[in-house]
């Protein structure tokens, strides 16, 4: 009978060095994958998490501003809207308005004052409540309903426009905002630096702005 002998010599270490340098090269592509996989992934959350905030702040104001009753013709001067001045081209960033929440004809009270700005890159929010007797309940001041807001010069937050559709300009007469039967606001967000922004808008038909 014939025995067979194995072959015990193994890799030479050419063959491991190939082999090794196979394995290195899949792991470089397959980790290079799997960190592009996750920057897409965490692109496409931060994305839909600024949209989806921005969405919700747009909501807020939108449905404070239907209630407007009316407009405030000055500014005031607040964390929000820190401006004192009263000419209506400053209406673009900064919205103030009363809502009165009594239904009766002539009644101003109970109310709550609101006040909408754009100041350093964020909307600011303050409402003042009052009750029946018209005496301060509650008050906040300054608080961030959404922050990386990014419009441009040319892109105000709030437009205003009468009841016949017409856009109101900067150069409308105080009484005319007052009066305004629908305001536009646009919200532009930048989520990350390099990303394009985020737009969004909605027109609010003030319901109870008569004057």
């Not at 700005?117 to 009750?131: M, T």
């Not at 536009?184 to 930048?190: D, E, G």
Request: glycine share 6%; with cysteine.
């Amino acid at each position: 009978m014939t025995s067979v002998r194995k072959d015990e010599r193994g890799l030479t270490l050419i063959e491991l060095v190939v082999a090794t340098s196979v394995l290195l090269i899949f792991t470089a592509f397959a980790l290079q994958f799997l960190a592009s996989t996750n920057s897409a992934t965490s692109r496409t959350t931060k994305d839909v998490t600024a949209e989806n905030d921005a969405r919700n702040a747009l909501r807020l104001m939108t449905e404070d501003i239907r209630a407007a009753d009316p407009i405030t013709t000055t500014y005031p001067s607040t964390s929000s809207c820190p401006s004192s001045a009263s000419s209506p081209t400053g209406y673009g960033s900064c919205l103030s308005f009363t809502v009165v929440h009594n239904s009766a004809a002539g009644v101003t009270c109970p109310k709550s004052v609101i006040t909408y700005g754009l100041v350093s890159g964020a909307i600011k929010r303050d409402k003042v409540d009052y009750d029946s007797s018209c005496t301060t309940t509650t008050t906040t001041t300054g608080k961030t309903v959404l922050s990386n807001v990014v419009n441009a010069s040319g892109t105000n937050v709030f437009r205003y426009f009468d009841s016949s559709g017409n856009e109101l300009t900067s150069g409308a007469q105080s009484s005319s905002f007052q009066s305004a039967a629908a305001v536009m606001v646009t919200l532009v967000v930048q989520y990350q630096s390099g990303a394009p922004n985020i737009t969004v808008s909605s027109t609010a038909a003030l319901r109870n702005n008569r004057v």
